[in-house]
């Protein structure tokens, strides 16, 4: 009681700093000495407390404990979706491009993030999950809006975590990480790096017993309980969740018929295809011989890198060339230094649009100025035709030689052409023999 009282008079006698200073009327002392007798003495000993100001007001007529615009207090999920549901429907019927529309759109995408983030807790997760073969990497970028390749829905950066699979970049919440049924595609390209080649191998809905060809769930053509979507890599059919429409170009169509139209794929095909697009796999003289019948590209092509071999021999002799390291000019593509006959979708894809066909052919006349004008070493590994014995030095890479495939012996065309007709060309091979 005696703390009651204590509080009653302090609240009384002391100022409120907030109110503004009026002058005091008669009145006002009346109520002043009223409200003095009334209150209680004090125990002796204890300070009284007297102001001669009016009495301080604390305000509590206001409501300050009333809800601010745009704070929710749902605290569960089935709260937040009875809030969101009430916020669609406010939306509807608010007029069009108003401000409370706007302020009302806002709202809806607060309450739609804290429902997220109340489904997937920010919660201390590993850097590093090794899942199916998939090496799984803990993202830090907040700001990039990503979809998961398991759900199908957005990754929200800055309230939700989220992996990366660092072998064929799959992405999904941390969440969906256990639910993951699908191996690492890099596992696939470093076992058994081969395309197929036959082009939608198309086998029916009914060989996959009316499921998708990976998650297994049940699909028809009629969209019911979900859409079959074909792949055209593999010919099988897939539900939405594996299967995004994503476009490429189909390898077996490009070694068949030269086409590099982009058709629809499913998301482990397009992950395949992107992880094998610059491997050299195809073996087109095998695969598809008359191709170079009809595509002329690949006939200029195929002589380039013919040329650079030949060129090789001089460069790993040369320490000038080790030296300015000219063999990395095809970094990018170290088969063209090793063989002629295998060759990259990426290579074919260049080859076509024109790319490959100019860096070549810089490549060549740069490793061709080496040899025969900048190097004297190399120059001094230079031919004499020994069927004209003209002056000119030739080397294997021109474009009016001839090479011997016995000894290797170097001579113009024309005149190997002209021993040819005379028949004077029949000799075993000097070399052979030795």
């Known amino acids: 009681m005696e703390y009651d009282e204590k509080l009653a008079r302090f609240r009384q006698v002391h100022l409120n700093p907030f109110d503004k200073q ?20 004090l125990p002796p000993g204890e300070p009284e407390f007297r102001c001669p100001e009016r009495v301080m007001d604390l305000g509590l007529s206001e409501d300050h404990f009333a809800r601010p615009v745009g704070l929710f207090l749902a605290s569960d999920v089935q709260q937040l979706r009875q809030a969101i549901q009430e916020c669609k429907e406010a939306i509807l019927e608010l007029p069009e491009h108003s401000e ?20 997937d807790p920010n919660e201390d997760e590993p850097n590093i999950r090794v899942l199916l073969e998939h090496r799984f990497y803990k993202e830090k970028s907040k700001s990039v809006k990503q979809t998961c390749d398991k759900c199908n829905t957005i990754i929200w950066g800055l309230i939700q975590t989220w992996y990366t699979c660092t072998g064929c970049y799959y992405r ?10 699908k191996p690492c595609v890099r596992s696939k390209v470093s076992h058994q790096a081969e395309y197929e080649l036959s082009i939608c191998p198309e086998a029916g809905l009914d060989s996959q017993d009316y499921r998708c060809a990976e998650c297994r769930a049940p699909i028809s053509l009629r969209g019911v309980p979900s859409e079959a979507r074909q792949c055209d890599y593999t010919g099988q059919y897939y539900c939405s969740h594996c299967h995004w429409n994503d476009l490429a170009v189909i390898p077996a169509r490009v070694v068949h018929n030269w086409d590099f139209e ?25 695969i598809n011989p008359l191709l170079f019948n009809y595509v002329e590209e690949l006939v200029e092509i195929r002589k380039l890198r013919q ?11 040369c320490r000038e060339a080790m030296a300015a390291r000219l ?6 593509r170290q ?7 295998m060759y990259s979708v ?26 025969k004008l900048d190097c004297e070493r190399c120059q001094a590994k230079g031919f004499v035709c020994e069927l004209c014995r003209e002056g000119d030095v030739l080397f294997p890479f021109d474009s009016h030689t001839s090479v011997c495939a016995d000894c290797s012996a170097v001579f113009h065309r024309c005149a190997r052409l002209t021993l040819r007709k005379q028949s004077l060309f029949q000799e075993p091979c000097p070399d052979v023999d030795a």
Do not use: W
């Open 307 to 317: 040329d650079i071999l030949l060129m090789k021999p001089y460069f790993i002799t």
């Open 262 to 286: 982009p058709r629809k794929v499913s998301r482990g095909s397009m992950r395949y295809l992107s992880l094998m697009v610059s491997r050299p796999v195809l073996r087109l003289r095998e």
């Open 346 to 371: 990426q290579d074919l894809l260049d080859t076509h649009s024109g790319r490959l066909g100019c860096s070549l052919a810089e490549t060549h006349t740069l490793f061709a100025k080496h040899i």
């Open 100 to 119: 409370k529309q706007k302020d009302a759109v806002v709202r809806l995408v607060h309450l739609r993030l804290k429902l997220q983030e109340l489904k």
């Open 335 to 341: 088969h063209f230094v090793e063989n002629d006959e």
């Open 22 to 41: 009026h002058e005091r009327g008669a009145g006002e002392e009346a109520l002043d000495a009223r409200a003095g007798e009334a209150l209680p003495e």
């Open 327 to 332: 063999l990395l000019q095809l970094q990018d």
């Open 172 to 181: 999904c919440h941390s969440k969906c990480l256990n639910l993951i049924s």
